[in-house]
């Protein structure tokens, strides 16, 4: 070796893993017809995905992750992408986490709305008799929906923190997370559909938009712009997955949440330390 | 009720040192000197602000990154200017690891609701480093902006050098000098209808929140709300960008802020519980759970 050449310090090979906290709760990532972008969403926490699976949630079942078979038991299901009805094995799927699952959560635009699903027509080989998709709610009853295509790394951790303290913590923080909880899982008993229509149908129409400009910003395909300081939407981009009408302040807002906001932010900055 | 006022860890009565700010300022410079301080010592990299839109006096959101153009936006517009619009595009777009934003009370609504339910707001949430908040009774659509000046006032727009509402109306001051009074029963049926319903009066959400209300002529009340506000805020005074009184000793101070809180929320509580039998047995939504 040529004297120049340092050589780097051999690394010690790292402390043996810790026996896993067994206060977590347990949850897995179900794959129908979806793109993998809400699992990537998940894997966007970076660092914070290793505290979440370090700290507070077995990840027991995830065909890209885990190496399991077939969905197990578990507290809590993500459930990525819509059904094909004409997909056997999809619907099984759905059934069977239904029934070995606590809570079943519809993550992202395709699990709760069927959003860019909805447009499918079928005939793509091999399977070309895959035409119809249909949004998780129309086959099982869902808890929860976490929206949005693809839905952000921080709702999907925001989630995940309340879902553990609601599960696991303490009187005040079963309280505190049931409250945050409450208005995704009133989504899920809204209903399997999504458009920029909602909008206007719940917000416009009723006279409640004050152009504060959230259905803009939080729009993926960019469809919505402001006129006169009023969304119009271009409609024929819209893609259905119910991120303008759930992040619109006048569709849904908890003061009891929202007042709290400060205090709920630190719990979550603290728990993800 | 007791809430009104939202939760604030101080209350002060406060006016910018900056002449250069105050001369174009709405009342005491608060928020173009607490955005300026927070862009040149490193707290924000920036800014969204409620700058000039494509007519005289339409106000649009403006992602301001330097001193002049927060100038450019100072002074109320009283239309409406969908702030959160920009929000995702400034920490994308933009790049802004440390966000300054201005807005209404709804929109600081809208803004903590993309924080703790960032829907489509990816990586928005931890890059709020200042949100102030103005004090709002309620907004205007240009359109309505254009009727009370042009119909009712008799000005051109282009002509008008400030608005303004206090003492009970609203004011139209032109360049050369005229001064209009409207009085309030006028300007209401103008109002934005979504305003209606809201139940924030002093932007309860912000980190800093404030408005004329309570102050002096030329001064500003300012409520320090969060960690975050308070921390800035005793900076900014501390680097002598502010004058300031306890607000306990000015006039008309938190006794007419508390009063016209309770005046808004009553009038649009019961505004919420007039929409719920709107129609025979079919009620308007409400958007609170």
């Known amino acids: 070796m040529p004297s120049d050449v340092k050589m780097e310090k051999k690394v010690e090979v790292s ?88 809570i079943v959560v519809a993550l992202g635009g395709c699990a ?38 693809a839905p952000t790394p921080q709702q999907i951790r925001n989630v995940a923190v309340m ?111 | 009720m007791g809430m009104e006022l939202g939760k604030y860890k101080t209350c002060v009565s406060a006016r910018s040192t900056d002449k250069e700010i105050l001369k174009k300022a709405q009342d005491g410079g608060i928020v173009t000197s607490l955005f300026v301080y927070a862009l040149e010592n490193g707290i924000i990299d920036g800014a969204i602000v409620s700058g000039q839109g494509d007519r005289p006096w339409k106000a649009r959101p403006y992602i301001a990154t330097t001193k002049e153009e927060l100038l450019a936006a ?65 907004n205007f659509p240009y359109k309505s902006i254009q009727q009370l000046v042009e119909d009712h006032a008799g000005q051109k727009m282009q002509a008008v050098k400030k608005m303004e509402i206090g003492k009970g109306k609203f004011w139209v001051t032109t360049e050369r000098g005229n001064t209009i009074a409207l009085p309030l029963k006028i300007t209401h049926k103008y109002e934005q209808p979504g305003c209606h319903v809201c139940l924030d009066y002093v932007s309860n959400l912000g980190d800093i929140s404030t408005g004329s209300v309570g102050s002096p002529d030329g001064w500003s009340t300012v409520f320090v709300r969060t960690k975050k506000g308070e921390e800035t805020w005793n900076k900014a005074v501390g680097a002598g960008l502010f004058e300031t009184k306890p607000i306990e000793q000015v006039k008309p101070g938190l006794e007419l802020v508390t009063k016209l809180a309770n005046e808004k929320i009553t009038k649009n509580k019961k505004h919420i519980e007039e929409r719920a039998t709107f129609g025979v047995n079919k009620g308007l939504r409400n958007p609170y759970i």
């Not at chain 1, 059904?83 to 799927?93: G, K, L, T, W």
């Not at chain 1, 008799?129 to 929206?147: A, K, R």
């Not at chain 1, 809204?190 to 009723?206: E, H, K, P, S, W």
């Not at chain 2, 933009?94 to 966000?99: N, S």
């Open chain 2, 74 to 138: 100072r002074g109320t517009k009283y239309n409406i200017s969908p702030q959160i619009s920009w929000l995702k595009e400034a920490t994308r777009s933009y790049g802004f690891d440390k966000l300054g934003i201005v807005g209404v009370c709804c929109q600081m609504q809208a803004l903590r609701k993309a924080q703790l339910y960032p829907v489509g707001m990816r990586d928005v949430p931890d890059k709020v480093a200042l949100a102030i908040g103005i004090f709002c009774m309620e």
């Open chain 1, 15 to 102: 402390k043996k893993e810790e026996k896993p906290v067994s206060n977590k709760i347990t949850a897995g990532h179900v794959h129908l017809s979806g793109c993998t972008g809400c699992l990537v969403s998940v894997a966007d926490n970076y660092n914070g995905l290793f505290k979440l699976l370090d700290d507070y949630v077995d990840w027991v079942y995830d065909l890209t992750l885990a190496d399991v078979r077939h969905v197990p038991e578990m507290d809590v299901a993500f459930v990525e992408g819509s059904v094909c009805i004409q997909d056997h094995e999809a619907v099984e799927e759905i059934k069977t986490t239904r029934k070995k699952s606590k």
């Open chain 1, 112 to 149: 709760a709305y069927g959003n860019i699903t909805r447009f499918a027509r079928g005939g793509q080989h091999n399977q070309p008799q895959h035409e119809s998709f249909l949004p998780i709610g129309d086959i099982i009853d869902v808890d929860l929906y976490i929206p949005g295509c």
């Open chain 1, 163 to 273: 879902a553990y303290l609601l599960l696991k913590g303490n009187d005040d923080q079963k309280k505190l997370a049931g409250n945050y909880l409450k208005p995704l899982m009133n989504l899920a008993k809204r209903g399997t559909t999504a458009c920029f229509c909602d909008l206007m149908y719940d917000v416009i129409n009723q006279g409640l938009c004050m152009g504060c400009g959230s259905c803009a910003a939080a729009c993926p395909v960019r469809a919505i712009t402001h006129e006169w300081g009023k969304p119009q939407g271009q409609r024929d981009l819209c893609i259905k997955c119910g991120a303008c009408y759930n992040q619109c302040p006048r569709s849904w807002y908890s003061f009891d949440v929202m007042n709290e906001f400060e205090g709920i932010m630190d719990i979550i900055d603290g728990a993800m330390k």
